[in-house]
């Protein structure tokens, strides 16, 4: 089957722009201003096969990796809501429409940056968050073109990575950097199952973090690097990933100590605080950074003590 393309922002429209489904003949029928041939057979058995829908408008796309079985009723009209496809972004309604809800690969084009993380709207409310697979699968991205899988449908976009310094912005460029080791051929497979649940990790810490809560985020970061460490041990090239994560946790502490001093908080949990510190380091001179980041933890808290 033939790839349908379609404009207007990136929306199938049935009513004024491409086809209706007709059940009774397996024929798509030509409602207006462009599409396929009127007679063109869309349908065998009820059945789409390799169905990919493309974006004239942006060039990008979706391609539907399983059979579309479409329901037994006689018509079935694919409104102006059903699939909606922008420059980064990909909606398809399978609450009105199960029957699209099934694997499929998502082409971006025209993207910039160096470095992507995949995000879904899993309420379709505008609230994105990073997508981990098997939900999300990285193929590849190059040259502006971001490909990738998914299990099924809801909203999905991306996000280009900065590498600014906050706690976010750092996270986020090592779930970019893991996306990109899951998909190298020289990686093992116990790598990167070790490599998965520090994703899995890392996306739980980000979520805490939006609720301002940095001592239980830097306590998803601390298990994530603890299962970096595991990949390290299984020949993954992540020593850098663990460093970048351990420096940003050390001056996320060290910048609460610095605002508790300054806003004349509370000696004792300011020395606290420090102590903390001073046991972060002695964790990292033993090799266990994980266990550091434990303490920047704990020496953020109390330094927020320190000021209540």
Not at 17 to 37: A, K, V
């Amino acid at each position: 089957m033939s790839d349908i393309d379609f404009s207007a922002g990136g929306i199938l429209y049935a009513n004024n722009g491409l086809y209706t489904i007709n059940l009774t003949t397996g024929l798509g029928t030509y409602i207006g201003g462009f599409g396929p041939d009127p007679f063109e057979p869309i349908s065998e058995n009820n059945v789409l096969t390799n169905q990919t829908f493309t974006a004239t408008t942006t060039a990008s796309s979706v391609q539907f990796l399983e059979p579309i079985n479409l329901p037994p009723s006689l018509l079935i009209s694919l409104d102006a809501e059903a699939i909606q496809i922008g420059e980064n972004s990909i909606f398809v309604d399978s609450t009105q429409f199960p029957f699209l809800d099934v694997p499929a690969r998502i082409v971006f084009e025209n993207l910039g940056g160096t470095s992507r993380i995949l995000l879904v709207d899993f309420e379709d409310n505008g609230t994105f968050e990073p997508c981990d697979p098997p939900q999300c699968t990285l193929v590849s991205f190059a040259d502006g073109t971001l490909i990738f899988d998914v299990t099924g449908f809801t909203t999905y976009s991306s996000e280009e990575v900065n590498e600014s310094s906050t706690l976010e912005s750092v996270v986020l460029v090592v779930l970019a950097e893991i996306d990109a080791l899951l998909i190298d051929p020289g990686v093992t497979d116990k790598a990167k199952k070790k490599l998965n649940k520090s994703r899995k990790k890392l996306t739980k810490a980000l979520k805490k973090l939006k609720k301002s809560d940095v001592k239980k985020t830097l306590k998803e970061i601390s298990k994530a690097v603890k299962e970096l460490l595991k990949a390290e041990k299984e020949g993954a090239d992540v020593a850098n990933l663990i460093d970048i994560l351990v420096e940003s946790s050390r001056v996320e502490a060290q910048d609460a100590i610095d605002i508790a001093i300054a806003a004349g908080g509370k000696p004792k949990d300011i020395e606290k605080a420090e102590r903390e510190l001073v046991k972060a380091q002695k964790e990292l001179d033993k090799g266990k950074p994980d266990k550091a980041i434990d303490h920047y933890g704990h020496a953020w808290d109390k330094a927020q003590k320190a000021v209540k």
